[in-house]
């Protein structure tokens, strides 16, 4: 028995998220006390990136979780849990939750003619939307799921589901979640830390929380309310054309997503900080 659980854990992909620095430090807590929790609850075991091993082209953090289905559930009930409070919603109200899926199996989540994820949305009640672009110096897609903490959970699993459907079949391996970075995991029995850099509060303003160069091309992800996105969009898309001319980034607002809406700026450091202004 135990042979077979350490096999499938070696072929088992892992559930990867995004959260913003400052719900990354809620997860990790005081000296390492909540995700230690997390993972003596779960048996599974959780990373969270810190300043050196999160892609450049990132302002949140990667977390990412790894055991059986079941402990990976267990997990990410947790850190969807800590990340929607964050938000300041109650377990009744919609929230936004992102995953990422390496690009690779996209197309495979997608399903034919858009079936597979049309049937994902239309049985788990939540909003789905995968983005258009990767993150740089990765193979991860963000997909991004709105709903209750309990549909975000349940959409999250079925889309790990599917990726994992896609690598038994040998469309994937656990590589395509490698991007460069420090190995740093945490197990049931031991404190997880970021980085040897503090916990710090992530800003408001959306800029990046580390330093990079500021001609590479970024992505900033924001949670804006729904009639922000609205006005974001102006009418008949006329206001988010004319941020996209005058900052040259690129601006991408989630069409569906219930009270909350995520909204994409992509672009080198000069022109991210001109769309945000």
């Known amino acids: 028995v135990a042979y077979t659980t350490l096999c499938a854990l070696m ?6 998220c995004l959260v913003p620095s400052d719900a990354a430090g809620l997860i990790i807590g005081r000296a390492g006390a909540t995700v230690r929790q997390i993972c003596e609850e779960s048996k599974a075991q959780v ?3 810190g300043d050196r091993d999160t892609p450049k082209a990132l302002s949140d953090r990667i977390v990412t979780i790894q055991g059986t289905p079941e402990q990976i559930e267990i997990a990410c009930r947790e850190v969807i849990r800590i990340v929607h409070r964050s938000q300041e919603l109650d377990d009744t109200e919609d929230g936004i939750f ?3 899926v390496p690009c690779g199996a996209v197309e495979h989540v997608v399903g034919p003619g858009g079936d597979t994820i ?15 672009n990767g993150i740089i110096g990765t193979e991860l897609q963000p997909v991004s799921v709105a ?5 975000m959970l349940d959409a999250t699993m079925k889309v790990l589901g599917l990726v994992q459907e896609l690598a038994d079949k040998g469309g994937l391996t656990i590589d395509s979640y490698s991007w460069p970075r420090r190995a740093v995991s945490a197990t049931p029995s031991q404190a997880l830390s970021r980085s040897s850099t503090p916990v710090r509060a992530g800003s408001n303003d959306g800029t990046p929380r580390r330093r990079s160069d500021d001609s590479s091309v970024a992505s900033v992800l924001f949670v804006v309310s729904s009639s922000a996105a609205a006005w974001v969009v102006g009418r008949a898309g006329r206001t988010v054309s004319e941020l996209r001319a005058k900052s040259g980034a690129s601006l991408e607002v989630a069409r569906n997503g219930g009270p909350l809406r995520l909204v994409e700026v992509r672009g080198n450091k000069a022109e991210r900080e001109k769309a945000v202004e």
């Open 47 to 49: 990373n969270v990136s």
């Open 118 to 132: 049309r049937e994902l949305v239309e049985t788990i009640g939540a909003e789905v939307n995968i983005s258009r």
């Open 11 to 16: 072929t088992a992909i892992p559930c990867c």
């Open 98 to 100: 992102v995953t990422v």
């Open 147 to 151: 709903g209750t903490p309990k549909q």
